[in-house]
């Protein structure tokens, strides 16, 4: 509280009269014959205290317009506080929109550093597209659409691309084994002008084919024509038709 | 309103007026009355310390205001020129 303030005033006030008013009370109260000489006169009291009522009336008169005056100060106060949160909320906003900003600029700048290097290392369209023809011309990616069986064009790699493959070149003895009989069939099929229908057994596995038992006895000779052994079977198996049904 | 009620309870004249006049007649309501303007000096002490904006000098007040009201101006400025910013100047 401010030392020179209204209401401290009003209170110094309220205190002088206070003590006017019993200094007056006792002179008063005190026998004539009993007063002192140098003891206060009571008119001059009373003017005093007159005086002291018309100083309260006019810091009343003050205090009323102080009064006005704060509720103005009220008012505005709620203005400022009112005006303090919407600056707080759109500070916030933007901040917010600061950090989207920000992050997208970022991307951007990514996307233009890739498309900066994009630009240095240009490939043609026509190049991209004769590497895609070199890929898939020996139909190594897909069969061709009108692949039927007997096409001599493979939708598989032939055991040229096998032998070039890294599994070709493995050290697995399993691998290079099954590429070794890949290789008797192939050879086989290629030798071989072998009807459409054991041709198309031909890529077939031949433990299938033992097991299927509408093969005909001719089909299968045909199918390990060179091999030694199964020349016997062969043998065998034309000579009694018997033979193939205790197979089955 | 307030500084009515003040004004009424401020008002010491009559009660210290009352007072003389029964210590003049030597009355034996003397006492009471005393009593009574005691108890005024301390309601209207009461009665100050709830009058509202007395807690400064005018002068302090009003600096006071003052103050407020350029903080109300800067604050409103302020305000403008956040939801001017939503207009990118794009020529810069």
Known sequence: MAANSTRQKLLCLIDDIEIV???LFETMSTPKNQLRPDGADTVMLMELLVEKDKEIKSTLKIAEEQAEIQTVMDSLKTQVDKRDIEIKILQKNLKESETILSTAVYQAQQKLE???QANTKKISSEELI???HR???SN???APVTWAPGDPRRPYPTDLDMRQGFLG???YTDTLAVSRSNSQISNVSETNSTPVS????SWQHPPEVSITSSISHHAISDFKGHNKENEEIELMSSDSSSSSSSDE | MAANVAENELNFLPSIYEGIKSIEKDSHDMNQKLTDLKSQFQKARECVDKLPGVQYSKEEQLKRIDILRKQLISKQELLQKYRNLTNFDLET
């Open chain 1, 114 to 116: 890739s498309i900066n």
């Open chain 1, 130 to 132: 004769k590497f895609a």
């Open chain 1, 169 to 171: 070149q493995g050290t």
């Open chain 1, 198 to 201: 054991s041709n198309s057994l």
């Open chain 1, 140 to 142: 190594a990616v897909a």
């Open chain 1, 135 to 137: 890929i898939s011309a």
């Open chain 1, 21 to 23: 008013s019993k200094e």
